[in-house]
């Protein structure tokens, strides 16, 4: 706090205790109204900042409501209206007039006052302060000590209203002449002590919108054209932003509505330096407010109109509007009508009419990423605004000529806002002409790849950007939908000419559309429609297969790296869908396929050795495919073997050898009479079991290989590793009860690996695989228990 | 220590996202100190954003669809008294098979193994050791054919379906396969009077949707040129969505099991000791 | 002087319903408030003189009469004093006091032609002389009485007042101001009503006052002597004006001590009264215009 401050404030203070004591007292009414107008001086002074002038003025107002009620309380013994012409003694304009206002308001508010008379008097005489904080203050203070007083009935209405238009205007006229005081050097400043009185100025409007049984027709045939004629003239730009903005906040909905073009009008003949923008869209987003609070409101599309008309007027009246501002109005004029009549379609491509032939003034401009973005924004109303995301595919051409006229990486990210739409609402696709204009809306994400990442020598699919693009891309073709599963089939192949425009690109979406396909599959199977008896169901569905492989062949023909590997997976999952509707050959198929593009492209060792552990464990499902083409089955799986056997490194081969001999031993588990489930966290009851495929011989001969494979391993560690796994996976079929592995063949190998380790120095390395072992060894004893065949194994 | 343990997400492949409240349960609080990944994750760019924001201390396992060779195929990490190994599952076979996971457990030392694959979310013990599969978080489509009990679960929906379509040319109502619906009764009565009608102008009181084609189970051609639909079926067709939170504390894991079903989050309680010696 | 002398005789003057009498407050030469009984023109003044001598001390006198003076009394270079009235009644024939007499008098219908003023130079003022003559020293005194002069709202002599009297005020290219007020001519009780209307502001003006000054002037040329007294000053304005502004003007004069216009009192002297508007600029300069306004007393 100042000194200045300070000192007034401890004078205010003590003034009003003394004040207070007087007015406690007998007959010492004069000398409590002395010690009020000695409180009252300070506020005649110049040195405060404007908010250091109002904590006084609170201060003030306290110590003068306490005399206004003591003069309420004691009425009539003091005679207000004498009382009121002695106040008016006072030499100094700021203490008579706070006083006058105290006695004034309480003389109002006792019946039959000359209540007009004395509201006229004081508006009247505010006039003698000219000084616009100290006058500022004072009407407030008006403002605030008449507030309950203002007669409302039939007569006066009138009265009171033109009382704080007066009041409004005279302190508007104080607030903007506030800017021009001090030296020029000081503006900001200016500008800134008036933004922290503006609210002074505005609560007059606030009051005004207070008063009960104004009419909406008196609003619009007076009131607001009084306030706007004020707000015009005062040229002053700071004041017109504000006070616009305060009307359309504080006057009712319904009133705004009426008054549109009145206020649009208003508009066009502001300062220019008035930001047009912000006032149209705050009213904008009033009445998009009101919609919303009132979503059952009936407005004429008339009034979208006026909005219409008022931008397409803006060129001519406002020639000088930056196409900033102007792409902004536009924006919300989209919004509104969108919000208001979204079914008529007609006004928002009206708007994207005038919007295309505006933006071609910037034409030949350099680039200006912030008119850019408010392209973005109008592009963006209809999609974000339309509560019916159905809506967005009603838009005509003239949406697709502004939005394809924009930069590549603007178009993306509207692109990217639509599908962000349609995900949130999870909006089915299900006609091909809505797919075909969704894929208008995303042409960008399909085209070659941003120019100027190629110029800088990025790959432009592996940018961040794009993979999230096309992450998004292929989430929404989840949304191309039909519950005939053949309609659904035909919106995915036509979805899949539109992808395949740029090849690049496919290796994020056609996975996408494999799955779908899949998916689509497993529905018709799962309704009973694929009946191998019936060659039409048989034929529609080998239809769909033969699509999916044309679109992994598709996508295998483009030599980006993860291709292969997509493929492989993409045709063993088919091939696991195949045989699982019973149609073998197609399986096989697929399984050849993934086994040429394995032979083909995968060149990575750690990768083959993944990919043929898939091999194996979607062979090893694939139980259709062994009941009724076990020749098939096994050129398939002796062809596995045969690539484990040639993997790269010895640990896989060995590893892959003798995962695939459960490709020799498959058990379908029967769970149909196991009717008893399966606790949680209880041990699995064993279940039947129907053996698809028990070959003994071919089981052993593959742990053989792979023991064979483990032992030519030259690291002594790795090899041993090896055992114990060889060991576990032998116990394995122990349990599964292969007669060929043995307890003599288990036995053996427990020896072998003692052997191993007896050979070797102790290692840190060689520690861990001991324990390996030790545990093996632990839950052989363990399942002694279980099983007395364990006990016959002999533990080292 | 609170660990989640996640996975086969299969996004954008096979689904659009985690379910909402899913996200809303996993949004970034810090409570969780690691995340487990099992994996089918890499090639979403906006879900390892996600899981990243979960814990910063992310550990993720190869699964079959991820092209990251880095990954390493399996993993253990140790949390006071319990050593927990997680594997994706794909290298796993049989896929899935109990045997099997045993044998991979002991070999990792492990004594929770948590795994993934399947998309079916499941928790046993089994020959002491603790054995989780979160499933799959997003409820992504499985290529391996439905279990017996979701078959079942798809014919009786299938049945009620045809039921409904069929009943009203009845003649003598079934009532132990519709609901106990007042309007049942009344339908019939207005049946009787236009049983005239060609079949496919009555209206179904109990499904809206197009008619479905008569299973041909007993053989007989379903005549007509009535669309197919799988309407009905479409929410049976993926997996529950599902994950997992472990809460370890000495030798106890406390692990709570979420899963989504119908539109809400359900939460099971399992609680697995270690057995010391 | 004769107060350095101890009298032998004590005289009370006590005027009729003196209780009950209208009294005016008005400030003696030191500055001490008194109050006066109040009289209008034409009034009787009526009362009783008691004359008590001291001690027991018989007192032989020459005379004893009573008198009603008008005086103006005006104070340059030495004061200067001349009756304009001088009403006489013996009281009593030479003789001796020898206990206390009480004596009734009466000045009927006395015209009081001016009102009593107390001014800077200048007084006028009505008294009750009382005198015992004596051979020695005689014995005074005398008490004084306050007249107003009640005018008509109409002066004969003075034009019908205008409606209201309108004064463009301004120094070329740095101020222009229409000056309008109700009229010129006031009661003491008035209201001074008015506006100013600022037409061209090229000041920087911080405050403006309206002032109201008593000019009193009395002698002839080349001796004439002139007072002038700021007796109100009242702030109508704060803060800065803008081209347009129109500032109210309400000054109530009631609850002022004002006196009446006198142009000329028995060729003596005159009170009249300016109203001043005063305009005061950032730099503290004063600018203002006077002009005349008529007082009087209803």
Redesign the interface.
């Given at each position: 706090m100042s000194e200045q401050l300070e000192n007034s404030v401890s004078v205010i203070k003590q003034q009003i205790a003394l004040m207070k004591k007087c007015l406690d007292q007998k007959n010492r009414l004069m000398d409590a109204l002395k010690h009020c107008s000695t409180f009252l001086s300070e506020l005649?002074t110049n040195a405060l900042t404007p908010k250091q002038y109002y904590e006084m003025y609170i201060l003030v107002f306290d110590g003068l409501s306490y005399l206004s009620s003591f003069l309420r309380d004691t009425h009539p013994n003091n005679h207000l209206a004498d009382l009121y012409?002695?106040v008016?003694?006072a030499?100094?304009?700021?203490p008579?007039l706070y006083l006058m206002i105290t006695v004034g308001t309480v003389y109002m508010s006792i019946p039959n006052s000359p209540k007009k008379e004395i509201m006229k008097d004081m508006i009247?005489?505010c006039?003698?302060?000219?000084?616009?904080v100290?006058?500022l203050f004072l009407r407030y203070y008006l403002s605030q000590r008449t507030k309950d007083l203002l007669p409302v009935d039939d007569e006066s209405l009138d009265d009171s209203i033109k009382f704080i238009i007066t009041n409004f205007i005279e302190m508007n006229?104080l607030w903007v002449?506030l800017q021009h005081q001090g030296h020029s050097s000081e503006r900001s400043k200016r500008t800134k002590e008036r933004k922290e009185l503006q609210i002074l100025v505005g609560s007059n409007l606030v009051r005004l919108s207070q008063l009960e049984k104004i009419d909406k027709n008196y609003y619009k045939e007076f009131i607001l054209p009084t306030i706007l004629e004020q707000i015009v003239q005062c040229k002053d730009m700071i004041a017109q932003e504000y006070l616009l903005d305060v009307i359309t906040q504080v006057f009712p909905d319904e009133f705004q509505v009426s008054t549109l073009e009145e206020f649009l009008s208003t508009t066009l003949a502001l300062n220019d330096a008035v930001s047009l923008k912000k006032i149209v869209l705050a009213l904008i987003n009033r009445l998009i407010g009101f919609k919303q609070r009132e979503s059952d409101l009936a407005t004429t599309s008339n009034f979208l109109d006026v909005f219409i008309k008022y931008v397409e007027n803006l060129d001519s009246l406002k020639p000088d509007l930056p196409l900033d501002d102007f792409f902004a109005i536009l924006e919300g004029v989209c919004k509104i009508c969108i919000i208001y009549h979204p079914e008529d379609y007609q006004n928002v491509n009206r708007i994207f009419q005038h919007a295309l032939a505006k933006s071609k003034e910037h034409q030949g401009k350099p680039s200006d990423l912030i008119l850019e973005n408010y392209w973005k924004l109008l592009l963006l109303a209809p999609v974000l605004n339309y509560s019916s995301v159905k809506s967005i595919l009603e838009l005509d051409d003239t949406y697709f000529d502004f939005l394809t006229a924009q930069k590549p990486q603007l178009q993306s990210s509207v692109s990217m806002e639509v599908l962000d739409r349609l995900l949130d609402n999870n909006f089915k696709i299900e006609t091909p002409g809505q797919v075909n204009k969704i894929f208008r809306y995303i042409s960008t994400l399909l085209e070659e790849g941003n120019p100027t990442m190629k110029q800088l020598g990025l790959d432009p699919a592996q940018s961040i950007e794009v993979q999230k693009q096309q992450e998004k891309l292929a989430k929404f073709l989840h949304l191309l939908y039909s519950s005939d599963p053949f309609a659904h089939f035909e919106l995915i192949r036509l979805s899949k000419t539109h992808l395949s425009k740029n090849s690049i690109r496919i290796q994020s979406t056609y996975p996408t559309l494999v799955s779908i396909l899949l998916k689509i599959i497993r529905k018709l199977k799962l309704i009973n429609y694929i009946d191998l008896e019936n060659p039409t169901a048989v034929l529609q569905v080998k239809n769909v297969f033969r699509f999916i492989s044309t679109t992994i062949n598709e996508l295998y023909q483009q030599s980006a790296e993860n291709v292969p590997q997509s493929c492989v997976n993409l045709n063993l999952l088919a091939a696991q869908l195949a045989n699982e509707v019973g149609l073998v050959d197609i399986a096989y198929e697929f399984f050849i396929e993934s086994f040429i593009i394995y032979e083909e492209s995968i060149v990575d060792s750690r990768l083959q050795y993944q990919v043929l552990l898939l091999i194996i464990s979607k062979l090893h499902s694939c139980n259709n495919l062994i009941t009724s083409s076990m020749e098939n089955y096994d050129t398939l799986i002796t062809k596995t073997a045969l690539y484990g056997s040639k993997l790269l490194k010895k640990p896989d081969q060995c590893r892959a050898v003798y995962n695939a001999s459960h490709l020799w031993w498959v058990i379908q588990q029967n769970e149909e009479e196991d009717d008893d489930e399966t606790e949680e966290g209880e041990e699995p009851k064993p279940a039947p079991q129907i053996p698809l495929k028990k070959d003994n011989k071919r089981v052993l001969e593959c742990l053989q290989k792979s023991l064979r494979i483990a032992d030519s391993t030259l690291d002594t560690s790795a090899s041993l590793e090896l055992f114990v796994e060889i060991l576990n996976r032998s116990l394995y079929y122990f349990i599964h009860g292969n007669e060929l592995v043995t307890i003599k063949y288990i036995n053996g190998l427990i020896e072998l690996i003692q052997n191993n380790f007896n050979a070797m120095t102790s290692g840190n390395e060689n520690e861990t695989i001991r324990q390996e072992f030790n545990r093996t060894l632990q839950y052989i004893k363990e399942q002694g228990s279980i099983d007395e065949r364990f006990q016959h194994i002999v533990l080292v | 220590m609170l660990i989640l343990a996640i996975g086969d997400f299969h996004i954008p492949e096979r689904a659009v996202d985690l379910p909402a409240k899913f996200k809303k349960l996993l949004s970034p609080t810090g409570k969780i100190q690691q995340v487990l990944c099992l994996g089918n994750v890499s090639q979403s760019y906006s879900t390892l954003e996600f899981l990243r924001s979960i814990s910063s201390d992310l550990q993720i396992v190869k699964g079959e669809f991820d092209h990251d060779l880095s990954l390493p195929l399996s993993a253990t990490f140790t949390y006071d008294k319990l050593k927990v190994g997680i594997v994706n599952g794909f290298s796993i076979i049989p896929h899935g098979d109990p045997l099997s996971l045993l044998t991979q457990a002991r070999l990792m030392d492990a004594d929770i193994l948590i795994s993934g694959g399947t998309h079916r979310v499941e928790a046993y013990t089994l020959d002491g050791k603790f054995f989780i599969n979160p499933g799959s978080a997003t409820g992504a489509f499985s290529t391996s054919p439905p279990d017996n009990e979701e078959l079942e679960a798809i014919a009786s929906i299938l049945a009620e379906a045809k039921a409904a379509i069929t009943e009203p040319k009845d003649e003598k109502p079934k009532t132990e396969n519709t609901k106990p619906d007042d309007e049942g009764p009344k339908e019939n009565a207005d049946v009787k009077e236009e049983s005239k009608e060609p079949e496919s102008e009555e209206p179904t009181p109990v499904n809206e949707q197009p008619p479905l084609p008569e299973p041909t189970i007993d053989g007989e051609k379903e005549e007509g040129e009535k669309p197919l639909s799988t309407a009905d079926i479409e929410d049976y067709l993926d997996q529950i969505p599902s994950f997992c939170l472990l809460d370890i504390q000495g030798s106890v894991c406390t692990l709570y099991l979420y899963t989504y079903i119908d539109g809400d989050v359900k939460v099971d309680k399992v609680t697995y000791r270690k057995e010391e010696y | 002087m004769s107060l350095f002398f101890k009298t032998p005789l004590d005289i009370e003057v006590r005027l009729d319903g003196d209780d009950s009498r209208e009294h005016v407050e008005v400030k003696n030469a030191k500055g001490r408030k008194e109050k006066l009984p109040l009289y209008k023109d034409g009034e009787t003044v009526r009362g009783q003189v008691t004359v008590r001598i001291k001690d027991n001390k018989r007192v032989e006198h020459t005379g004893v009469k009573v008198q009603l003076l008008g005086s103006i009394e005006i104070q340059n270079d030495g004061l200067q004093s001349d009756d304009f009235l001088s009403l006489a009644h013996e009281l009593a024939s030479p003789g001796d006091l020898t206990h206390p007499e009480t004596f009734q008098f009466e000045f009927r219908n006395v015209e009081k032609q001016y009102e009593s003023y107390r001014g800077a130079n200048v007084r006028l003022r009505y008294y009750i002389k009382v005198t015992v003559s004596r051979k020695s020293a005689d014995v005074i005194r005398e008490k004084e009485l306050w007249v107003h002069q009640h005018q008509g709202a109409v002066e004969e002599s003075a034009p019908p007042p205008p409606s209201s009297v309108k004064m463009d005020v301004g120094i070329e290219d740095c101020l222009h101001i229409e000056f309008e007020y109700s009229r010129n001519r006031y009661s003491l009780k008035d209201v001074i009503v008015g506006r100013i209307y600022f037409l061209l502001v090229r000041l920087k003006i911080k405050h403006m006052e309206l002032s109201l000054i008593r000019r009193e002037t009395c002698g002839a040329p080349p001796h004439q002597l002139s007072d002038s007294e700021v007796l109100?000053?009242?702030?109508?304005?704060?803060?800065?004006?803008?081209r347009g502004?129109?500032?109210?003007i309400?000054l109530?004069l009631g609850?002022f001590d004002l006196t009446p216009t006198y142009k000329d009192v028995n060729k003596k002297f005159s009170t009249r009264t300016f109203l001043s508007l005063v305009l005061i600029d950032e730099d503290a300069r004063r600018y203002f215009k006077q002009s005349e306004i008529i007082l009087y007393r209803e």
């Open positions: 005649r012409e002695l008016q003694y030499g100094n304009i700021i008579r009247e005489m006039r003698g302060v000219q000084h616009p100290r006058g006229k002449r | - | 109100i000053r009242f702030e109508i304005m704060d803060g800065a004006p803008v502004e129109t500032i109210p309400r109530f609850g």
